[in-house]
Protein backbone atom coordinates (compact mmCIF):
# COMPACT_ATOMS: atom_id res chain seq x y z
CA UNK A 1 0.00 0.00 0.00
CA UNK A 2 0.71 3.52 -1.01
CA UNK A 3 2.99 4.99 2.58
CA UNK A 4 3.02 8.94 3.34
CA UNK A 5 4.75 10.57 5.61
CA UNK A 6 3.64 14.19 6.19
CA UNK A 7 6.20 16.25 8.78
CA UNK A 8 4.87 19.00 10.12
CA UNK A 9 7.07 21.67 11.30
CA UNK A 10 7.42 24.71 13.81
CA UNK A 11 9.63 27.86 12.30
CA UNK A 12 12.49 28.16 14.27
CA UNK A 13 12.99 31.37 16.55
CA UNK A 14 12.29 33.98 15.30
CA UNK A 15 13.80 37.65 15.68
CA UNK A 16 11.43 39.36 18.09
CA UNK A 17 13.55 42.00 20.13
CA UNK A 18 10.91 43.98 21.43
CA UNK A 19 8.24 40.98 23.18
CA UNK A 20 5.35 41.50 19.79
CA UNK A 21 2.67 39.20 19.99
CA UNK A 22 3.29 39.28 16.52
CA UNK A 23 0.87 36.60 15.47
CA UNK A 24 -0.15 37.14 11.53
CA UNK A 25 1.89 40.10 10.95
CA UNK A 26 4.34 40.86 8.42
CA UNK A 27 8.02 40.66 8.59
CA UNK A 28 9.38 39.02 11.98
CA UNK A 29 11.85 36.81 10.35
CA UNK A 30 14.65 34.14 12.30
CA UNK A 31 17.42 35.10 14.23
CA UNK A 32 20.70 33.70 13.67
CA UNK A 33 20.21 31.33 15.76
CA UNK A 34 16.51 30.22 13.85
CA UNK A 35 18.20 29.94 10.66
CA UNK A 36 20.83 27.30 12.11
CA UNK A 37 18.03 25.58 13.80
CA UNK A 38 15.90 25.22 10.46
CA UNK A 39 19.19 24.34 8.74
CA UNK A 40 19.84 21.36 10.91
CA UNK A 41 16.30 19.87 10.25
CA UNK A 42 17.11 19.99 6.25
CA UNK A 43 20.57 18.45 7.08
CA UNK A 44 18.17 16.11 9.21
CA UNK A 45 16.54 14.74 6.57
CA UNK A 46 19.33 14.07 4.37
CA UNK A 47 21.37 12.51 7.26
CA UNK A 48 18.12 10.12 7.36
CA UNK A 49 17.23 9.44 3.53
CA UNK A 50 14.19 11.11 3.77
CA UNK A 51 12.18 11.17 0.63
CA UNK A 52 11.07 14.83 1.11
CA UNK A 53 8.79 15.39 -2.28
CA UNK A 54 7.22 18.35 -1.53
CA UNK A 55 7.85 21.18 0.73
CA UNK A 56 4.68 23.54 1.88
CA UNK A 57 4.70 26.58 4.31
CA UNK A 58 2.50 29.24 5.62
CA UNK A 59 2.93 32.14 3.99
CA UNK A 60 4.39 34.22 6.75
CA UNK A 61 8.09 34.99 6.79
CA UNK A 62 9.47 33.04 9.42
CA UNK A 63 7.91 29.84 8.22
CA UNK A 64 9.02 30.41 4.75
CA UNK A 65 12.45 31.11 5.89
CA UNK A 66 12.09 27.71 7.72
CA UNK A 67 11.04 25.99 4.93
CA UNK A 68 13.82 27.17 2.70
CA UNK A 69 16.81 25.23 3.91
CA UNK A 70 15.46 21.89 2.85
CA UNK A 71 13.80 22.70 0.15
CA UNK A 72 16.85 23.84 -0.92
CA UNK A 73 18.45 20.86 0.04
CA UNK A 74 15.77 19.02 -1.95
CA UNK A 75 15.79 20.91 -5.53
CA UNK A 76 12.15 21.91 -4.21
CA UNK A 77 10.21 25.08 -4.23
CA UNK A 78 8.71 26.52 -1.42
CA UNK A 79 5.09 26.38 -1.88
CA UNK A 80 2.66 28.69 -0.05
CA UNK A 81 -0.43 27.35 1.65
CA UNK A 82 -2.65 29.96 3.54
CA UNK A 83 -4.32 26.95 5.46
CA UNK A 84 -0.71 26.53 7.71
CA UNK A 85 -1.00 30.49 8.76
CA UNK A 86 -0.78 31.31 12.26
CA UNK A 87 -4.16 31.63 13.98
CA UNK A 88 -5.95 34.87 14.30
CA UNK A 89 -5.82 36.74 17.70
CA UNK A 90 -7.58 39.92 19.31
CA UNK A 91 -4.47 40.90 20.65
CA UNK A 92 -1.62 40.86 17.74
CA UNK A 93 0.95 43.89 18.00
CA UNK A 94 0.87 44.25 21.73
CA UNK A 95 4.18 44.29 23.52
CA UNK A 96 4.14 42.35 26.35
CA UNK A 97 7.11 41.23 26.88
CA UNK A 98 8.69 43.93 29.40
CA UNK A 99 5.41 43.56 31.26
CA UNK A 100 3.78 39.63 31.14
CA UNK A 101 1.31 40.55 33.17
CA UNK A 102 -0.63 43.40 30.68
CA UNK A 103 -2.77 40.52 29.32
CA UNK A 104 -4.24 39.98 32.86
CA UNK A 105 -5.57 43.54 33.16
CA UNK A 106 -8.82 43.72 34.07
CA UNK A 107 -9.88 45.59 30.64
CA UNK A 108 -9.51 41.99 28.86
CA UNK A 109 -11.22 40.03 30.95
CA UNK A 110 -14.27 40.21 28.53
CA UNK A 111 -12.23 38.52 26.01
CA UNK A 112 -11.75 35.86 28.30
CA UNK A 113 -15.31 35.10 28.72
CA UNK A 114 -14.90 31.83 26.42
CA UNK A 115 -11.76 29.87 26.77
CA UNK A 116 -13.61 26.89 25.10
CA UNK A 117 -14.17 28.37 21.47
CA UNK A 118 -11.58 30.75 22.15
CA UNK A 119 -13.37 33.85 22.45
CA UNK A 120 -9.87 35.87 21.88
CA UNK A 121 -8.85 34.60 18.47
CA UNK A 122 -10.18 32.23 15.62
CA UNK A 123 -12.02 29.15 16.98
CA UNK A 124 -10.07 25.83 17.47
CA UNK A 125 -12.47 23.92 15.34
CA UNK A 126 -11.83 26.37 12.16
CA UNK A 127 -7.89 25.99 12.81
CA UNK A 128 -8.21 21.90 12.93
CA UNK A 129 -10.55 21.97 9.63
CA UNK A 130 -7.43 24.10 7.81
CA UNK A 131 -4.81 22.51 8.71
CA UNK A 132 -6.21 19.17 7.91
CA UNK A 133 -6.64 20.00 4.46
CA UNK A 134 -3.54 21.70 4.33
CA UNK A 135 -1.87 18.21 5.36
CA UNK A 136 -4.04 16.37 2.81
CA UNK A 137 -2.61 18.46 0.34
CA UNK A 138 0.67 18.03 1.26
CA UNK A 139 0.10 14.33 0.80
CA UNK A 140 -1.40 14.21 -2.21
CA UNK A 141 1.83 16.03 -3.55
CA UNK A 142 4.29 13.89 -1.73
CA UNK A 143 2.29 10.66 -3.04
CA UNK A 144 4.77 7.77 -1.82
CA UNK A 145 7.06 9.67 -0.29
CA UNK A 146 7.52 12.47 2.20
CA UNK A 147 6.76 16.24 2.49
CA UNK A 148 7.42 19.25 4.88
CA UNK A 149 4.82 21.20 5.91
CA UNK A 150 5.81 24.16 8.25
CA UNK A 151 3.13 26.04 10.28
CA UNK A 152 3.34 27.93 13.72
CA UNK A 153 2.81 26.42 17.17
CA UNK A 154 -0.64 26.45 18.30
CA UNK A 155 -1.68 25.44 14.59
CA UNK A 156 0.46 22.63 15.19
CA UNK A 157 -1.04 21.75 18.51
CA UNK A 158 -4.23 22.02 17.42
CA UNK A 159 -4.12 19.66 14.42
CA UNK A 160 -2.36 16.75 16.96
CA UNK A 161 -5.25 17.43 19.27
CA UNK A 162 -7.86 16.78 16.67
CA UNK A 163 -5.97 13.85 15.16
CA UNK A 164 -5.74 12.28 18.69
CA UNK A 165 -9.62 13.03 19.67
CA UNK A 166 -8.58 14.99 22.34
CA UNK A 167 -10.82 18.40 23.16
CA UNK A 168 -9.18 20.98 21.77
CA UNK A 169 -8.92 23.32 24.72
CA UNK A 170 -5.69 23.06 26.46
CA UNK A 171 -3.26 24.93 28.81
CA UNK A 172 -0.67 26.92 25.96
CA UNK A 173 1.97 25.56 28.54
CA UNK A 174 1.95 22.22 27.93
CA UNK A 175 2.25 22.04 24.49
CA UNK A 176 4.70 19.83 22.86
CA UNK A 177 5.76 21.94 19.99
CA UNK A 178 9.05 23.20 20.21
CA UNK A 179 10.56 25.23 17.89
CA UNK A 180 12.02 23.78 14.60
CA UNK A 181 9.94 20.36 15.58
CA UNK A 182 8.41 17.57 13.59
CA UNK A 183 4.74 16.47 14.08
CA UNK A 184 4.87 13.64 11.64
CA UNK A 185 1.91 12.08 10.39
CA UNK A 186 2.10 8.79 8.27
CA UNK A 187 -0.34 7.42 5.91
CA UNK A 188 -1.16 3.44 4.06
CA UNK A 189 -3.27 5.08 1.52
CA UNK A 190 -5.72 7.32 3.30
CA UNK A 191 -5.42 5.64 5.99
CA UNK A 192 -3.17 7.33 9.39
CA UNK A 193 -1.55 4.99 10.44
CA UNK A 194 1.45 6.72 12.94
CA UNK A 195 1.46 10.13 14.19
CA UNK A 196 5.51 10.88 16.19
CA UNK A 197 6.98 13.73 17.50
CA UNK A 198 10.65 14.39 17.39
CA UNK A 199 13.24 17.35 17.91
CA UNK A 200 15.81 16.96 15.65
CA UNK A 201 17.32 20.18 16.69
CA UNK A 202 16.85 19.59 19.82
CA UNK A 203 20.06 20.10 21.70
CA UNK A 204 19.92 23.76 20.22
CA UNK A 205 16.60 24.72 22.39
CA UNK A 206 18.43 26.18 25.61
CA UNK A 207 19.76 28.88 23.48
CA UNK A 208 17.05 30.03 22.34
CA UNK A 209 15.93 33.82 24.18
CA UNK A 210 13.47 33.52 26.71
CA UNK A 211 10.96 35.68 24.94
CA UNK A 212 6.89 35.53 25.18
CA UNK A 213 5.28 33.38 22.44
CA UNK A 214 4.51 34.98 18.90
CA UNK A 215 2.01 32.35 18.33
CA UNK A 216 -0.85 35.00 18.17
CA UNK A 217 -2.36 32.90 21.35
CA UNK A 218 -1.20 35.11 24.56
CA UNK A 219 -0.95 32.12 27.23
CA UNK A 220 -3.84 32.55 28.98
CA UNK A 221 -3.95 29.73 31.29
Not at 61 to 78: D, E, F, I, M
Not at 201 to 217: I, T
Request: proline share 5%.
Amino acid sequence: MNKTIVHVMRHGEVDNPQGILYGRRPGFGLTELGKKMVAGVGEHFKSIDADIRAVVASPLLRAQASAAPTAKLYGLPVLSDKRLVEAGNTFEGMAVNANRSALASPKYWWRYRNVFEPSWGEPYEQIARRMVAGVAHAKALASGGEALVVSHQLPIWTLRRFVEGHHLWHDPRRRQCSLASLTSFTFEGDTLVALTYSEPVGYMLGKAADMVPGESEARLA
